[in-house]
C-alpha cells in the first residue's frame, strides 16, 4: 500500500470556478430580482428621459414621477406575486390563461415594447461612444456582432460583470444632485404638491417616463426571475419587501437624476445630446463629467442590449414549448436563436437610422408606455383571477388601486396616440 | 484564473434508443386520417337529428383513467348562456364541422368538473407536457381525437408552430387538422389541470429513463408540473434524478417542494452530491431539510458538510464497503447484494486491519474472477489504492487521478482509517463549469 502522499505537482488549470462563481451569486442575490428588475429602468433610455425632463421642465415632473412610483409599485408587486404563486414566467402564464389570438396579442405587444428597448440601448451606445468621438456607423454594429457573438458563444457572462461595474458610475448622480445646489424648497414643494403642465411636450414626456419606468420589460424580468429562483408563496413576505423596495429605490435614484439636470441646465429647453446631459455630473465629477457619463451609459447599454432580447426570446420560446437554450445549435432551437438574433439586428439597424440618437431613444420609451398599459392589464386581470392565485389574489381594495393605476396609464397613452395620430393626419398642431 | 470555454453540451446526441415501445395508434393510417382537431372543434355547432342547432361546442371532456388513449366522456356545450354537459352516449357523432347529437330530447345538466376527468381545450391544450419518446417538455398548440371501435379516444397531440398559426388564424382554417408534427398520445405524460390531483398513474417509460434525461425533464418544466412529476415517480429514481441536475435548478426545485419531501429526495442522493446540494441552500432552507430528515442521514451529511468544499473531504462520498481480510469472497459478494441499487457508485471493496485502517483495495473484477471460497487476504497486492487526505485540494486529487490512471481514490483521515472515497466522475462533476440549460437570463445568473 502506498502511503497517503500528495503529489507535489503544481497544475495551473483546475480550481473550482463553478464553485467560486456560485458564492458571488449568492453574494449578489442581496440584490434580489426586484432590485434588480427595478433598476432595468435605469438604463441608457432611463438615464436619458430622466435627464431630458430635468432640462426641459425642471422640477416639474417630479410630482408625476411620485405617481408613476406608486404604479411601480403596485405593478412590480403583482409580478412578483405571480411569479411566486404560480411558479411560472408572464408569458407562459399568459398563454395558459387566455384564448391563443389574445395571448398573441400580449406577446406581439411585449416583442414590440422589447424591439424598442433594444434600440434605445443600441442607441445609448452609439450616444455613448459617440461622447469618446466614435461614429455610431461603427460602433453600434459591432457593438450587435460582439454581443450576439458573446451570447451565443457563451462567454457574455463573463463580459457582464464588466458592464455591470461600468453602469455604477451612475451611483454619481445623486452625489452630483447633492452637490449642484438645486433648488431645495423647489424640489420639495413640486415633489409634494400635485403639478402638472398643461402642454402637448409634457404630456409626451410624462408618458416617456411612464415609459422608461413602468417598462413590460420589468415586469416580466421580476416574474421569471421570482419563480425561476424557486420562491415560492413562503419566501413571499422577503419577495414582496425586495419586490417594493426594488421599486422605491430605483426611482429615488431616477428623481436624483431629473434633480441634478434640473440644477445644472433646467428650463433650457429639450435635451438635444448626451453631451448636454453629462454636464450635471460635473459637480461630482468636474471635468471628467463626459467621460464618465459615457461609461456609464455604455455599461447600462451593453447590459441591457443583450439581457432584453435574451429573456424575451427566452419567454416566447418556453410559452411556444420550443428548446431554449444559448448552447444550442441554431437548427435546434430556431424559434430561441432566431428571436435573439432578430431583435439584436433589426434594434441595432433602427439605431443606425439619421436623426438624432437622444430622441430616438426618448420616442422609444414613448412606444413602450403606450404598450405599458396593455401589458398592465393583462398582469391585473391575471392577478384578480382566484382560480390562478387562491388566497394570494387582488384583496378587493388592491384592486381598485390597480385598476385606477392601468386607466390614468392608459388614458395617458391613448392621448399621446390619439394626438400623434392627429399631427400624422395634418389635423392638429 | 482564466474562464474555461464551455464544453459542447451533448444536446440531441444523446438520446437514448428505446426498444420496448408499446403498440402506436397513430401508426395506423385509417386512424390518422379521421383526426379531430379539438382546438378546431371548439365553437363549432352542436346539432339535434333534424339539424338543429342547439348550441356551440366550448370543451371537449375526457376521463384520464391509465389507459394509453383517453376515452371522451361528454362535451361541454353552450347554449344560450349555460354550459350544459353532454354525455358522450348521447352524441352520434363528432366530426370537423361539427356534432351531431343521438336524439332529439337532451339531457342536459350543467357542467360541473368530475374527478378524473378533464376538459381539454381548457387544461390541456396551451400547458405543459412531457413527451417521453423524445424526452422533452411540450406545449400542445392542438390535441386530436379519433373514433377508435366506436369510441371516441385522445390520439395525438400537436407540437407544431404551424398548428399555431392554424389557430391564429380565421375561423375555417380552425377546424382542419394539420397533423405536421404529431406526437402519439401513448408518448405523453399529462399533468392535470387545477384542482385535480393524481390523473394517471405515471407514462410506464418515464420509469424506463436514464436519470439525466428526467433531470433534463425536471430541469424544463414548471413549478406545478415538476412536483406533480416527482410526486409520481418513485423517491429513489427521483433522487437519482436528482443527483444530474444543475445546481441553480436543483436548488429551486427544493426549495420547492414541500421541506419533508426535499429532506427524503436529499437523504435518497448519494452523500456527496447531496452535500453539494445542501452547500447551494442558504443557512435557514438547509437547516429545515437537516431537521426534517431522520437523524442518521443528517448526521452522516453533517459531518460532511464541514468538510470544506473544493477539497477530498468535501467532494467524497461516504459510501463505501469496507471488509476485514478473513472474509471469503463468497461473503464478500452477499454483503454486495445490499448495495444492488448503487452499484454505480461502487467499483471497489477496501480491506482493512482490526483497527480498521486501510490495506487495500480489492476490485469487483478481481472479486470476479476469484473462487468463492478465497479469502479476501490473499487477494491483496498491488495495484494499490490511491490514497488522499480529508483536507487535499481539488487539484491534487485531480493529480492524483491522472498520474494513477485510477478511477477512485480513497479518501482516510489521520490514523489511515478510510472515511469516503472520490470516484472519477464526482472529480469531473466538479470540473465542469455548470452550466444552467434552462433557465431564465437573469443578470448575474
Redesign the interface.
Known amino acids: 500500500?502506498?502511503?497517503?502522499k500528495?503529489?507535489e505537482?503544481d497544475?495551473t488549470?483546475?480550481?473550482?470556478?463553478?464553485?467560486r462563481r456560485?458564492r458571488?451569486?449568492?453574494l449578489?442575490a442581496v440584490f434580489g430580482?426586484g432590485l434588480?428588475a427595478a433598476n432595468?429602468g435605469n438604463d441608457a433610455g432611463g438615464v436619458l428621459t430622466y435627464a431630458s425632463a430635468g432640462a426641459q421642465f425642471a422640477y416639474r415632473t417630479l410630482f408625476a414621477m411620485v405617481l408613476v412610483t406608486i404604479g411601480l409599485v403596485v405593478v412590480q408587486e403583482m409580478s412578483a406575486r405571480l411569479g411566486a404563486y404560480?411558479?411560472?414566467?408572464l408569458v407562459?402564464l399568459i398563454?395558459?390563461q387566455f384564448p391563443?389570438?389574445v395571448?398573441?396579442f400580449a406577446v406581439t405587444c411585449l416583442v414590440v415594447a422589447n424591439i424598442g428597448l433594444v434600440v434605445s440601448e443600441f442607441a445609448g451606445i452609439g450616444a455613448a461612444l459617440e461622447l469618446f468621438g466614435i461614429s455610431r456607423y461603427l460602433s453600434v454594429p459591432l457593438a450587435a456582432v460582439g454581443i450576439w457573438a458573446a451570447v451565443v458563444l457563451?462567454?457574455y457572462?463573463?463580459v457582464?460583470?464588466v458592464f455591470?461595474l461600468l453602469s455604477f458610475v451612475f451611483v454619481a448622480y445623486p452625489i452630483a444632485a447633492a452637490l449642484g445646489h438645486p433648488d431645495w424648497t423647489k424640489v420639495a414643494t413640486q415633489t409634494a404638491l400635485p403639478h402638472f403642465v398643461a402642454s402637448h411636450d409634457f404630456l409626451l414626456l410624462v408618458v416617456a417616463l411612464i415609459g422608461t419606468t413602468i417598462t413590460p420589460y420589468m415586469q416580466l424580468?421580476q416574474a421569471?426571475?421570482v419563480?425561476?429562483?424557486?420562491?415560492?408563496p413562503t419566501?413571499y413576505p422577503s419577495v414582496r419587501i425586495d419586490a417594493v423596495a426594488g421599486a422605491i429605490f430605483a426611482d429615488l435614484v431616477s428623481m436624483c437624476i431629473i434633480v441634478a439636470t434640473a440644477a445644472a441646465i433646467g428650463g433650457h429647453g429639450q435635451l438635444a445630446s448626451a453631451k448636454e446631459a453629462a454636464t450635471a455630473l460635473r459637480p461630482a465629477a468636474g471635468a471628467n463629467a463626459e467621460h464618465l457619463f459615457a461609461i456609464g451609459l455604455l455599461g447600462a447599454s451593453a447590459?441591457a442590449a443583450a439581457?432584453v432580447p435574451?429573456?424575451t426570446a427566452?419567454?416566447i420560446a418556453e410559452?411556444?414549448?420550443?428548446?431554449?437554450?444559448v448552447?444550442?445549435?441554431f437548427s435546434?432551437a430556431p424559434?430561441f436563436l432566431g428571436l435573439f438574433s432578430a431583435q439584436v439586428a433589426i434594434g441595432a439597424a433602427i439605431a443606425l437610422a439619421p436623426g438624432n440618437l437622444v430622441q430616438l431613444l426618448i420616442n422609444m420609451q414613448i412606444l413602450n408606455g403606450v404598450i405599458t398599459p396593455v401589458i398592465l392589464t393583462f398582469i391585473l386581470v391575471m392577478a384578480n383571477r382566484r382560480?390562478?392565485l387562491g388566497d394570494a389574489v387582488n384583496s378587493p381594495r388592491f384592486r381598485l388601486v390597480g385598476t385606477t393605476c392601468v386607466v390614468v396609464i392608459a388614458a395617458m397613452a391613448t392621448l399621446v396616440v390619439v394626438e400623434t395620430a392627429r399631427t400624422w393626419l395634418g389635423l392638429g398642431s | 484564473m482564466a474562464p474555461r470555454p464551455p464544453l459542447p453540451l451533448p444536446g440531441g446526441v444523446l438520446r437514448r434508443h428505446r426498444s420496448v415501445r408499446s403498440v402506436r395508434l397513430l401508426a395506423n393510417r385509417a386512424v390518422a386520417e379521421a383526426l379531430i382537431s379539438v382546438a378546431g372543434l371548439v365553437g363549432q355547432p352542436v346539432r339535434n337529428p333534424s339539424g338543429v342547432d342547439v348550441g356551440r361546442v366550448a370543451d371537449v371532456v375526457a376521463r384520464w383513467d391509465g389507459a394509453p388513449y383517453p376515452p371522451v366522456t361528454g362535451l361541454v356545450v353552450r347554449i344560450g348562456r349555460r354550459r350544459a354537459f353532454v354525455e358522450i352516449t348521447q352524441v352520434a357523432e363528432i366530426a370537423h364541422r361539427g356534432v351531431r347529437l343521438s336524439s332529439a330530447r337532451l339531457n342536459l345538466e350543467d357542467f360541473g368538473r368530475r374527478e378524473g376527468e378533464l376538459t381539454l381545450a381548457a387544461d390541456v391544450i396551451d400547458h405543459q407536457m412531457v413527451d417521453v419518446d423524445g424526452v422533452r417538455v411540450i406545449r400542445a398548440s392542438d390535441l386530436y381525437l379519433a373514433e377508435v371501435a366506436g369510441t371516441y379516444r385522445l390520439v395525438g397531440a400537436d407540437v407544431g408552430l404551424q398548428t399555431l398559426a392554424r389557430r391564429l388564424g380565421p375561423a375555417r382554417w380552425r377546424a382542419k387538422p394539420t397533423p405536421d408534427r404529431v406526437i402519439d398520445w401513448a408518448a405523453i405524460q399529462p399533468f392535470g389541470g387545477p384542482g385535480t390531483i393524481r390523473l394517471r398513474s405515471p407514462n410506464q417509460e418515464l420509469k424506463r429513463m436514464h436519470p439525466s434525461d428526467l433531470a433534463d425533464l425536471l430541469e424544463e418544466l414548471g413549478r406545478r408540473e415538476r412536483q406533480e412529476l416527482l410526486d409520481a415517480l418513485d423517491p429513489q429514481v427521483a433522487a437519482d434524478a436528482l443527483e444530474e441536475m444543475h445546481a441553480e435548478e436543483l436548488g429551486a426545485l427544493l426549495r420547492e417542494a414541500p421541506p419533508e419531501q426535499a429532506a427524503a429526495l436529499v437523504a435518497g442522493m448519494e452523500p456527496d452530491e447531496a452535500v453539494d446540494a445542501l452547500r447551494d441552500l442558504n443557512e435557514e432552507d438547509r437547516t429545515e431539510l437537516l431537521e426534517a430528515m431522520p437523524a442518521e442521514d443528517a448526521e452522516r451529511l453533517n459531518s460532511l458538510l464541514e468538510f470544506p468544499e473544493g477539497t477530498a473531504g468535501g467532494l467524497m462520498t461516504t459510501l463505501m464497503v469496507t471488509v476485514q481480510g478473513d472474509l471469503t469472497v463468497a461473503q464478500v459478494r452477499e454483503q454486495l447484494r445490499d448495495y444492488a441499487d448503487r452499484r454505480s457508485d461502487i467499483d471497489a471493496v477496501l480491506v482493512v486491519d482490526d483497527d480498521g485502517s486501510l490495506i487495500d483495495d480489492v476490485s469487483l473484477f478481481e472479486l470476479l474472477l476469484a473462487g468463492p471460497d478465497v479469502r479476501l487476504d490473499s487477494l491483496i497486492g498491488p495495484p494499490w489504492p490511491v490514497v488522499v487526505d480529508a483536507t487535499a485540494p481539488l487539484r491534487d486529487v485531480v493529480e492524483c487521478l491522472i498520474e494513477n490512471r485510477s478511477s477512485s481514490l480513497v479518501v482516510v483521515d489521520d490514523t489511515g482509517r478510510p472515511i469516503g472515497r472520490i470516484l472519477a466522475d464526482d472529480v469531473v462533476d466538479a470540473l465542469v463549469p455548470d452550466r444552467g440549460r434552462s433557465h431564465f437570463p437573469r443578470l448575474l445568473s
Open positions: 500500500m502506498t502511503a497517503g500528495v503529489p505537482v497544475v488549470a483546475p480550481g473550482a470556478p463553478t464553485r456560485r458571488l451569486v449568492v449578489l430580482p434588480i432595468a404560480t411558479g411560472e414566467g407562459s398563454r395558459e391563443l389570438r395571448a398573441a457563451g462567454s457572462r463573463y457582464e460583470r455591470l424580468y421569471a426571475a419563480a425561476d429562483k424557486g420562491n415560492g419566501d447590459l439581457v435574451l429573456s427566452y419567454a410559452a411556444v414549448g420550443v428548446e431554449r437554450s448552447s444550442r445549435k435546434e424559434l382560480s390562478l
